[in-house]
Antibody
Framework: EVQLLESGGGLEQPGGSLRLSCAAS????????MSWVRQAPGKGLEWVST????????YYADSVKGRFTVSRDNSKNTLYLQMNSLRADDTAVYYC?????????????WGQGTSVTVS | QSALTQPASVSGSPGQSITISCTGT?????????VSWYQQHPGKAPKLMIY???NRPSGVSNRFSGSKSGNTASLTISGLQAEDEADYYC??????????FGGGTKLTVL
């Protein structure tokens, strides 16, 4: 079964750091771009970051650029999101998602999400 | 960059068809065929319904279809069913090599 499982969320103070993890199973992790998408309470979806397959290219939303770092360990089938200088508006459920085909486009597998509260 | 524009809500009766629009600019929706649509039920993760404007992933009902004209993409759901009641989001690749979502549309099945 294709599955993504996020972890690492929790309560953190403004200015603090958190590291989210996303463990993948059921597919060839190294063959797909992977992304983080967040959803603030009662709000819509917001793309956060994408890690490409080839060349290790990373992409970020302006709202997190310079504060968040996405990485991946293909040997562990795991995607990470290091979040520094956290702000109250980073409070959200963070989902990791697998690219359907192109690097930044449709995402066909999503985790259940991990909740981050900055307060 | 501002979110893509979607109607806040749409509604329809069982068996009817509805269309949700998603309006962007030539730098996103109009410039690339990388528009996707997601369905999200309360408390659940989003589910990909349409990718690359009009492609349906395996397992998604053919009652769901997507199209694009200029800077506006559309999701049409035909033969509405109670289970279709959910929030729907569009997304598009942008000229800045980012992804932008629409604000979301709440679909109510009357």
């Amino acid at each position: 079964e294709v599955q993504l499982l996020e972890s690492g969320g929790g309560l953190e103070q403004p200015g603090g750091s958190l590291r989210l993890s996303c463990a993948a199973s059921g597919f060839t992790f190294s063959s797909y771009a992977m992304s983080w998408v967040r959803q603030a309470p009662g709000k819509g979806l917001e793309w956060v970051s994408t890690f490409s397959v080839s060349g290790g290219i990373t992409y970020y939303a302006d709202s997190v650029k310079g504060r968040f770092t996405v990485s991946r360990d293909n040997s562990k089938n795991t995607l990470y999101l290091q979040m520094n200088s956290l702000r109250a508006d980073d409070t959200a459920v963070y989902y990791c998602a697998k690219a359907k085909r192109v690097t930044i486009g449709g995402m066909d597998v999503w985790g259940q999400g991990t909740s981050v509260t900055v307060s | 960059q501002s979110a893509l524009t979607q109607p806040a809500s749409v509604s329809g009766s069982p068996g009817q068809s509805i269309t949700i629009s998603c309006t962007g600019t030539s730098s996103d929706v109009g410039g690339y065929n990388y528009v996707s649509w997601y369905q999200q039920h309360p408390g659940k993760a989003p589910k990909l319904m349409i990718y690359e404007v009009s492609n349906r992933p395996s397992g998604v009902s053919n009652r769901f279809s997507g199209s694009k004209s200029g800077n506006t993409a559309s999701l049409t759901i035909s033969g509405l069913q109670a289970e279709d009641e959910a929030d729907y989001y569009c997304s598009s690749y942008t000229s800045s090599s980012t992804l932008i979502f629409g604000g979301g549309t709440k679909l109510t099945v009357l």
